[in-house]
């Protein structure tokens, strides 16, 4: 029941109240009362200002009365509560309305009630009588329940009185209220007439300023266009004077212009004049060159026949030399050596003379030169002074002391000329060196040669070169200057065109997969082949493995080791053919010494993609010789005792020697052995192994572009430098002594010049290899102080150095003594006791009495106690040392105290009784001080909230050279140090970092200190500030830990921002403010948080708004994910690796091939710039990561292999999340708040991502699975792995996916165990052609798997080369065929299965028959369609082929075949192209007609029905057939007229005339129409064209009928006309032609089309 009572009593009492004020101001009266003068103005607020003036119309008086704004807004308010109270009357009466129908159903109800409860007592008393007891009991708890409705509707009735009645009751008051202002309300309908006159007025006026407003604008345009039209006249005017001017121009500029063009035609057919004469003889003189170099060849072949016959000359008389001095039992190599020296020293003594006296010719020429030039200067001085004129230019002339002088520095400056047997010295000493010695001996045959060369040299046959004429030619000298560098383009291609055809004999590049290999192709095992310690005479061998490591099958061929090698080394190698990638073969290398020398080389080999050499080096045996240490310290030891060391002698070579130990040697004896080493010596076999060293062991750059890289040790070292200083290395050798054997004989030792330091006794003089000898030394003190003796081993073997070592040691002889003269206290502070024991000892035997003695400068600070005491024999005495070190030190020590080191060095005395030498020890301290200092002294942390701790960082560093204990005390509850709470122990001179920890209780400035104690209770303070702030709002968690969450998964985290800021009273509670600032606001207080920039954080809401008393709900998410440039970063270098681009080296490794270039000789250059920097194939490529999409295919590959090797990391945010007063949903989106930057709230998030537990084992870990294009209707699976790479087994649970989309999950798996992997199928099924795209989720308790489903569903199209539906084969002879072709063409993106289907050939072909045939059921369209049929069973028409599959874009042909049994026109049949056995795509219906004849005529009315007959219905009878006709056939034209007003347009029909081409051979290749009665057709108005002709095979003739009425036609009779056409071809046949006319009236015709 609603309750209708009157809620509105306030708005009724405020609208009455409104009204008595109006009422009271007398807004009621009638305006004579009211009499005010209104202003004659119009109102300037309410009007428009346009700033000019109009002319005023007149207005009537009544309508001058201005109404001010004042009694607008009085009107409006007086209309607003006078509607209120019509509002409130409404509501009213709506309310009594229906609580008076209230009232009525109520009373309705309890009527029905009483009656319910009358029938049922009535029932009651019934089942009493019949003593039904339970239905008594039902029926009286029945009337019970009516009872209680009746009650409550009872006092529902009531209550709903009482409304009614204070309702009723309220209605009067306001029905009593309105009358009182019926007055208000008739004058508040004047009051508005008056202000719509008023609003009409206004907008009159306004409406007249628009106008002129509109009229001066007009006017302004006017003004405008026809200044504009001035101004375009006078651009026209300008434009015709500057054509013509330029006219007038152009006619002179032309004029000049052809002139211009005259002379420079005549210069460059000058100029091409000259440069064909040029190039003329250029020419000549190529093909004079030519001519020469071909006349030269033969003189070039004979001198190289006669270097080759010099050279063999030479090596052998240098090999009988050399057998000839070998017999004699000499050194070879060195006289040969000296030889070459002799050699060198001639030469350049040759050298020298030659440039001598061209110099001095030179200098001769010059002063000659200078001579005649003063001869002229006087000759012209005497032409000048005769009266002849001359003209000098103004330029200072030298003197001629001047000229002298720089005629002699010139000459000094210039070059010495080169002979060209000097040139060719200069380049073999580059040379290694066998090479220069071999040009230096050479020189001894100069002579002979030239002899030869007079004796043998003839004649040349033509003069050419020879010719003394002959002047070579000299190009111009621009073109020797354009020539390039490293030859012209022509010399340059004939350079690589040689080099190629020179490597394609032998060498072959290995390309694999458009890779090109470099390197060297075999790897050895060993990579150095060694024999050391070899004997002379015994044979050695050694195993090595080749292994190829090029990338595909590789030859090895064995070219051979160094020609120096070749005496000594054998080698067996079986080539074993082709040896794929990987495959070792073996080589056995025997080595059979003759002579005791070191050997270096190389074995060379060669293969399919190039040589290379493996090192080899032999070592014989050598002694190697050391000693364990170069010096024995004795110590220090008491007169009369003995003591003995030894010293070991190691030979760490395989070849033994003896050896001599000689005593008392000085450096001075050293020098003078070395000085008596004889020149026999100097060149020993060290030396020739040094010179082999040098022979360079490269193989030729030309034979292939791979270079092996050697081992360091064949890497020669020869250079320039060294061929220049190989005179200098005897020299230098000479420092090295050796002792001979005889030096042994005469050497006698002296043992007795030794008393103190002596050699033991030596057990044996001979060191074995690899064995060691030890060398006893006895030192026996006879007189105190230091001894030193130098001892020296010489050796048996000259090769072995001397070695030298000394021993010292040092005697006392004093009674009493300090053990330990030098006490050292270590480091001691300032103001601190330090003691120490000083033990004395006495081996006298009788007491002494002591005294001990401080220096007077350190008295204050040193005290030594007892003074004085008393040591007992051959004992010991203890004094007490105590050191108290004052700030005074530095001062009062003076000497002994370095104030840089702080070390204090204090001398202390014994005095011994009777005894004049004191005994004097050293007492050792360095003194520091006990200073900690605290930077920076003073920490102001600004403000701080009470929600947050800041910290800072403080550095503790200890002045002391001694660890300290520190610890900061009166640390207050809001400050916290540590590590270790502001305690611990702080190193020498460490600088100890503290973290001060601040975290405010409340709002309010804190300024206090905290003080740092040491151990010694010395005290540092720290000064502390701050300022505490309390933030309106507060975070429930200001700190959030997310749990492990793997890579793509998400973890979220609720918070609450709170707003407890309720009352500004400070005494109850804590209050937001800034330290002791103004409270903030009580309010709603917004908040937002700032996220770092590509954070993976995401907060819900980031923004909002937060009431008092209220909190507001945040959902913080991590989600942790692979950033968009790493990704892109990923595929660049994928790109490069697939590319094969190679990063950049780094500078270390460019420095070091640097290094290994200069070690290189200059022949070997450019294969190792080959091999140190190999060639990429390809060209790197640089793509930006802009230009990557993140939708293709690669960057999903990329993603997924980042992802594989994801590392788990732990990151840290800190969001801050500024505050500030207000509700944002007020503000609008421009304008901004304030916030205080001291009421930052600031959240912390520790995000630790792991890597996912469950992943994607195939297709690469891609996560994107692309079913491509699948047909509609058509279904596409993809087997999916996942993999459980966690250590516990995991339940999965698998997403819904919409159950009306395509894809489908297949046997999806429920758990994985570790380690496992699953496979699972998602099918793919698109029912329409479009793109689909879904998430299928893999859900397990330690993360989700998201997998994104991608396919494409494409219409399978196919376009047929038909036009329309229907393909009419023609006419065909009976029993013979025709054939035609059509296209299928898939215009999709798959490859679709096709079948063509003939509906004759179909299983439902009778169903159609059944039917009723079209012409009984009076249908105008044809209905059938399988026409006739072959007699004979077999199809009518073929198609090939009858299935198959067309590719996409691709294009099927097809063949369809029309071959008929009998004649028929309705041959017919339906062709079905069906894709996929499911879809029909095309329906195409197929025509043909056969006949007998070869002749067909088409046209005309039908006749017939198109199925065929059983019986044959003759169409003419027999009386009417004539004689000559073999066959007569019908054919009806019908031609409908239609008569018009305007002229006549002609009915027309045609017929059409065939010959059908046939295989058949006929006499007649056309036929023959003619049409008979053309005059008679003529009279009736007929028009015939053509009514005779011929028609050839395959060719249709239209013959075209129309008429026209003739004047006497009567339109209400048809006209009806009967002809024959004739056709004559194999047969006769006879068409009989009836024409029938109606003619039809225009307006007939439009009703009917209505």
């Avoid at 004049?273 to 030519?290: C, F, G, P, T």
Wanted: aromatic share 8%.
């Amino acid at each position: 029941m609603a309750d209708f009572r009157f809620q509105n009593k306030d708005e009724l009492t405020e609208t009455i109240s409104n009204l008595e004020e109006f009422k009271r101001d007398g807004f009621g009266e009638s305006p004579s009362k009211n009499k005010r003068k209104i202003p004659q103005k119009i109102d300037k607020i309410a009007s428009f200002d346009f700033g000019w003036k109009y002319k005023k119309k007149k207005v009537p008086s009544h309508r001058k009365k201005k109404m001010t704004y004042k009694d607008r807004v009085r009107t409006l308010r007086l209309r607003k509560t006078m509607s209120n109270l019509d509002k409130i009357h409404n509501e009213k009466k709506f309310f009594l309305m229906r609580t008076k129908e209230d009232l009525d159903a109520c009373l309705q109800r309890i009527e029905s009630i009483q009656k319910q409860k009358a029938q049922v007592e009535a029932e009651i008393q019934m089942e009493k009588e019949a003593h039904n007891s339970a239905a008594v009991f039902r029926l009286q708890a029945m009337h019970q329940r009516l009872c209680t409705e009746q009650e409550h509707e009872k006092d529902l009735e009531m209550e709903i009185a009482s409304i009614l009645k204070e309702n009723e009751k309220n209605m009067w008051h306001i029905e009593i209220e309105e009358g009182k202002f019926n007055t208000l309300r008739e004058n508040l309908k004047l009051e508005e007439a008056k202000l719509a006159q008023f609003l009409q007025r206004q907008a009159e006026e306004r409406l007249i300023q628009a106008k002129m407003a509109s009229l001066r604008i007009e006017r302004a345009k006017n003004f405008q266009l026809q200044k504009a039209m001035e101004r375009e006249k006078n651009y026209e005017l300008h434009r015709q004077k500057v054509i013509s001017d330029a006219k007038k121009n152009h006619k002179i500029a032309v004029q000049f212009l052809r002139r211009t063009l005259a002379k420079v035609h005549n210069k460059e057919l000058k100029e091409e004049m000259i440069s064909q004469d040029y190039m003329r003889r250029r020419m000549d003189a190529v093909i004079s060159l030519k001519n020469n170099i071909t006349m030269s060849r033969d003189s070039i072949q004979k001198l190289r026949a006669w270097d080759n016959a010099r050279n063999r000359m030479i090596m052998k008389k240098e090999e009988a030399d050399k057998d000839f001095i070998a017999a004699l039992g000499g050194d070879a190599l060195k006289h040969a050596l000296h030889d070459k020296q002799n050699l060198e020293l001639e030469i350049r003594r040759r050298l020298f003379e030659e440039d001598q006296k061209a110099r001095k010719c030179e200098i001769v020429a010059r002063l000659l030169k200078e001579e005649a030039y003063d001869e002229k200067l006087k000759q012209r001085q005497l032409d000048l002074e005769n009266g002849k004129r001359w003209i000098i230019k103004a330029k200072k002339l030298p003197s001629l002391k001047e000229k002298k002088w720089n005629n002699l520095m010139q000459i000094c400056k210039e070059p010495s000329p080169v002979l060209p047997r000097e040139k060719e010295n200069q380049k073999e000493s580059n040379a290694p060196e066998h090479n220069r010695s071999l040009s230096i001996t050479s020189n001894e045959y100069d002579n002979w040669n030239s002899n030869y060369e007079e004796e043998i040299l003839t004649e040349p046959e033509i003069l050419g070169l020879w010719a003394e004429k002959y002047k070579p030619y000299k190009l111009p000298k621009d073109e020797v200057e354009r020539k390039p560098v490293g030859g012209s383009k022509m010399e340059q291609d004939i350079l690589a065109n040689t080099l190629e055809k020179l490597r394609s004999s032998i060498i072959h590049k290995q390309v694999v997969s458009g890779r090109e290999f470099k390197g060297c192709p075999f790897y050895s095992k060993p990579a150095l082949i060694h024999f050391k310690n070899f004997d002379v005479g015994k044979t050695y061998k050694k195993k090595m493995t080749l292994i190829n490591a090029s990338f595909t099958i590789n030859y090895c061929k064995l070219v051979g080791v160094e020609d120096h090698l070749k005496d000594f080394i054998t080698i067996f190698f079986d080539p074993p053919g082709p040896m794929s990638a990987g495959i070792s073969c073996e080589v056995v290398i025997t080595f059979k010494p003759r002579i005791n020398k070191n050997l270096e080389g190389n074995i060379t080999f060669l293969a399919q993609s190039g040589s290379f050499s493996i090192p080899l080096k032999c070592t014989t045996k050598k002694c190697v010789l050391s000693l364990d240490k170069e010096l024995i310290d004795f110590g220090t030891y008491v007169v009369g005792e003995t003591v003995s060391r030894t010293i070991t002698l190691e030979n760490h070579g395989a070849l033994g020697t003896k050896f001599q130990v000689h005593t008392n040697v000085d450096k001075c004896d050293l020098d003078i052995r070395s000085s008596n080493i004889t020149e026999s010596t100097l060149y020993s076999m060290d030396d020739r192994i040094m010179e082999e060293k040098m022979i360079p062991s490269f193989l030729d750059t030309t034979q292939s572009e791979t270079y092996c890289p050697p081992s360091l040790d064949i890497i020669p070292s020869s250079s320039l430098k060294a061929s220049e200083n190989l005179s200098e290395e005897p020299k230098q050798e000479q420092n090295i002594s050796t002792i001979n054997e005889y030096a042994y004989e005469g050497t006698d030792i002296n043992y007795e010049d030794q008393t103190e330091i002596k050699l033991g006794e030596i057990t044996t003089n001979e060191i074995e290899p690899f064995g060691s000898v030890k060398i006893p030394i006895i030192f026996s003190p006879v007189i105190p102080g230091s001894s030193e003796a130098r001892f020296q081993l010489t050796f048996k073997n000259p090769d072995c150095p001397p070695l030298c070592f000394t021993a010292i040691g040092v005697a006392i002889i004093v009674p009493v003594w300090v053990p330990k003269p030098n006490v050292d206290l270590k480091i001691c502070m300032y103001d601190r006791l330090y003691q120490n024991a000083v033990v004395i000892q006495t081996r006298s035997k009788a007491a002494l009495r002591l005294k001990f003695e401080v220096c007077p400068e350190l008295q204050k600070h040193i005290e030594l106690l007892p003074e004085t005491g008393y040591i007992q024999a051959q004992s010991s005495f203890s004094v007490q040392l105590k050191f108290l070190p004052k700030l005074s030190l530095p001062e009062d020590a003076g000497q002994y105290f370095d104030p840089e080191t702080r070390v204090l060095e204090a001398p202390m005395t014994i005095r011994v009784a009777d005894q004049k030498r004191s005994v004097k020890f050293t007492v050792h301290a360095v003194v520091t001080t006990s200073d900690l200092e605290i930077e920076p002294k003073e920490l102001n942390f600004g403000y701080v909230t009470i929600y947050e701790a800041v910290y800072t960082s403080i550095t503790l560093t200890n002045k002391s050279l001694l660890p300290q204990e520190f610890g900061f005390i009166s640390v207050p509850k809001v400050l916290d140090i540590q590590p270790n709470d502001g305690f611990g122990v702080i190193r020498p001179l460490q600088a100890l970092l503290l973290d001060v920890i601040f975290k405010p209780i409340r709002a309010r400035e804190y300024d206090f200190q905290v003080k740092c104690i040491t151990e010694i209770n010395r005290e540092f303070p720290l000064s502390i500030k701050a300022i505490g702030v309390h933030p309106p709002l507060e975070l429930s968690h200001n700190r959030i830990q997310f749990k492990a969450t793997p890579l793509f998964d998400k973890s979220a985290v609720t918070l609450y921002v709170i707003n407890s800021h309720t009352n500004m009273n400070p005494l109850t509670h804590a209050v937001p403010r800034i330290g002791t600032g103004e409270i903030a606001p009580v309010g709603p207080t917004s908040f937002e948080f700032i996220l770092p920039e590509k954070a993976p954080i995401m907060i819900i809401p980031s923004v909002g708004t937060v009431w008092p008393g209220k909190k507001c709900m945040i959902e913080v998410i991590f989600k942790p994910e692979i950033s968009e440039t790493t990704i892109k970063t990923e595929v660049v270098k994928m790109r490069n690796r697939k590319l094969g681009v190679k990063l950049k080296p780094s500078k270390k490794d460019i420095s070091a091939k640097k290094g290994a270039l200069r070690m290189l000789s200059a022949a070997p250059i450019k294969a190792a710039v080959r091999w140190l920097k190999p060639r990429s194939p390809h060209k790197k490529e640089r793509r930006k990561p802009e230009k990557i999409k993140t939708d293709s295919e690669e960057y999903a590959i990329a993603k997924a292999t980042l992802s594989k090797g994801f590392q788990e990391h732990f990151k840290k945010y800190v969001i801050p999340c500024v505050v500030a007063s207000g509700d944002i949903k007020d503000k609008k989106e421009t304008e901004l708040m304030y916030f205080s930057p001291h009421n930052i709230l600031y959240l912390e998030l520790y995000c630790p991502a792991v890597n996912p537990s469950v992943i994607v084992a195939s297709d690469d870990g891609k996560t994107l699975f692309n079913f491509g294009d699948i047909a509609v209707g058509h279904r596409g699976i993809k087997r999916i792995t996942i993999q459980n790479v966690c250590s516990e087994r995991l339940d999965l649970q698998f997403s819904i996916l919409n159950p009306y989309g395509p894809f489908i999950v297949l046997c999806p798996c429920r758990s994985l165990q570790p380690n496992e992997s699953q496979d699972f199928s998602v099918s793919f099924s698109p029912r329409e052609s479009n793109m689909f795209l879904e998430n299928l989720e893999i859900i397990s308790k330690k993360g989700t798997l998201t997998l994104s489903m991608l396919g494409k569903g494409v219409a399978s199209t196919i376009t047929c080369s038909i036009e329309g539906d229907v393909l009419n084969m023609g006419y065909v002879i009976a029993k013979e065929s025709a054939t035609s072709t059509f296209k299928l063409q898939n215009s999709s993106t798959l490859p679709i299965k096709y079948s063509i289907v003939l509906d004759s050939l179909s299983l439902m072909r009778n169903k159609e028959h059944m039917q009723m045939p079209g012409f009984i059921a009076n249908e105008k369209r044809r209905n059938n369609i399988i026409g006739t049929q072959n007699y004979n069973g077999h199809c009518v028409f073929s198609v090939s082929p009858i299935d198959g599959i067309i590719e996409a874009g691709k294009t099927q042909d097809f063949t369809l075949t029309f071959s008929p049994d009998h004649e028929s026109l309705y041959y017919s049949d339906r062709m079905q192209v069906v894709l996929f056995n499911k879809r029909i795509s095309h329906q195409i219906l197929l025509k043909g007609a056969a006949r007998e004849h070869m002749m067909f005529v088409e046209g005309g009315d039908p006749l017939d029905v198109d199925v065929e007959s059983l019986a044959v219905i003759p169409l003419v009878p027999e009386e009417e057939k004539r004689e000559d006709t073999e066959e007569m056939k019908a054919l009806i034209l019908t031609f409908e007229y239609i008569q018009q007003d305007t002229a006549p347009t002609p009915a027309t029909r045609e017929l059409q005339v065939g010959c059908i081409r046939t295989t058949q051979p006929t006499q007649k290749k056309n036929i023959e129409f003619s049409m008979e009665n053309i005059q008679l057709l003529q009279q009736k108005g007929f028009t015939v064209e053509p009514y005779k002709g011929t028609v050839d095979r395959g060719q249709t003739k239209t013959i075209t009928v129309s008429w026209v009425p003739t004047a006497d036609f009567d339109p209400d009779k048809p006209l009806v006309l009967t002809t024959f056409l004739t056709l004559r071809g194999d047969v006769r046949e006879i068409y009989r032609i009836v024409f029938i006319v109606h003619v039809i009236s225009e307006s007939v015709l439009d009703d009917s089309l209505k």
